[in-house]
């Protein structure tokens, strides 16, 4: 059996996708009522309660999580008992973004410039160093956009300390990039590693709103130069499970030609870029994530088609309309609808980037929903 740290859609998600192989699952969350409960068995109660902890690893024969902001000591303490994947190094770096900043540096991958900033006068100091625009971020905590703040000038600082200031900050210069990609790659606890195509992610108000899988102009160059430092990632933390690393794809340096991907943000565990990968690729990521625990061989990664994935948000569109659409898919989390909440996608599988594109607009016409490139 195997025990899932949060009880989220990822996590229901791969309760679904691991029944099929014969796998059993147990969800700890603080909420009675968590999504993946409806597909496994629940604990309720805190993380950081050993007691709480010690019922739920009883008779478990391993442990994931879904989301990367589970208390680090509360992995640390399961692993002290049992198989905990990924590790919790991995959980501990992706909580905080100055030392996911300066793992990628120490790899010698590729970041926007940074600085840590613990006071308004570090935040100024920062500001002439790096200039404008800049982002401020929280080092802990904030997901599909929140706590974070553009700073468009100078003058912008003491409004952006007086909203964010008082916990540890980031300040991050601004990259101009064209896109924004993402490479989810998988590595197995026996070590053979595999990668999924780049998808293209367009997010509105923060959030994720629709992933193009493989990437609209893919290139070997591109996924290789992806490959290479999801790479490095995953040997230097040892690595188990899936991972997702979001990139900007940026011009070379002048006097040369091609792309550079700079990485922003990793994602210990699933991710929702990769939901496409469901009905998408031989094998999607929720079984290669199970797989890769147990030191099963790992499946194919190769897509089946051209995918694309449409985060629903908010509210329930009406399913009807979509179902004219022979291949899409719906993913519903059995989750109450709340303004900005994601609650459920669809996923299309068609045979041509033109058929995608066809299938996509009668998609957002059908569910009367904006087209987040337009």
């Known amino acids: ?203 509105r108000e923060g959030i994720l709103r629709l992933s193009l899988a493989p990437a609209p102009r893919w290139t070997k160059e591109l996924q290789t130069q992806a490959v290479s430092l999801a790479k490095k990632v995953l040997n230097e933390l040892q690595y188990v499970g899936v991972l997702a690393i979001e990139l900007f794809e940026t011009s070379a340096p002048k006097g040369k030609t091609g792309s550079v991907l700079v990485a922003n943000e990793m994602a210990p565990r699933v991710h929702n870029s990769g939901h496409w990968s469901i009905e998408g690729a031989q094998t999607s990521q929720f079984e290669n994530h199970l797989r890769a625990g147990l030191g099963w061989p790992l499946g194919s990664c190769e897509a089946r088609g051209q995918a694309a994935m449409v985060n629903l948000i908010g509210n329930f569109p009406e399913l009807p309309a979509s179902f004219e659409f022979p291949n899409a898919h719906w993913h519903l989390y059995g989750k109450a609808p709340r303004a900005g909440r994601k609650i459920g996608h669809v996923t299309l599988c068609e045979t041509s980037v033109k058929d995608r594109e066809q299938a996509l607009k009668g998609l957002y016409k059908a569910l009367e929903m904006p087209d987040p490139r337009a």
């Open 1 to 203: 059996m195997i025990g899932i740290l949060g009880g989220g859609q990822l996590g229901r998600m791969l309760a679904l996708s691991g029944y099929p192989l014969g796998l059993q699952f147990r969800v700890l969350d603080t909420s009675g009522d968590a999504p993946a409960g409806h597909m496994a068995g629940l604990v309720w109660g805190a993380y950081e309660d050993k007691e709480i902890l010690n019922s739920f690893a009883s008779g478990l024969d391993s442990v994931t999580y879904e989301f990367e902001n589970v208390p680090v000591g509360a992995a640390r303490y399961l692993e002290g008992r049992l198989p905990v994947f990924p590790p919790s190094r991995a959980l501990e770096v992706s909580q905080d973004r100055l030392f996911e900043k300066q793992l990628f540096q120490k790899l010698g991958i590729p970041t926007a410039p940074f600085a840590p900033v613990e006071s308004k006068a570090e935040l100024t100091d920062a500001l002439h160093k790096l200039g404008a625009p800049s982002i401020l971020k929280t080092r802990r905590g904030g997901y599909d956009g929140k706590g974070q703040l553009v700073i468009k000038n100078l003058k912008d600082a003491a409004h952006a300390w007086h909203a964010l200031g008082g916990v540890p900050l980031i300040l991050e210069g601004f990259v101009n990039f064209h896109r924004e990609l993402s490479i989810l790659a998988v590595r197995s606890k026996s070590g053979p590693c595999a990668f999924y195509p780049l998808a293209e992610n367009h997010h």
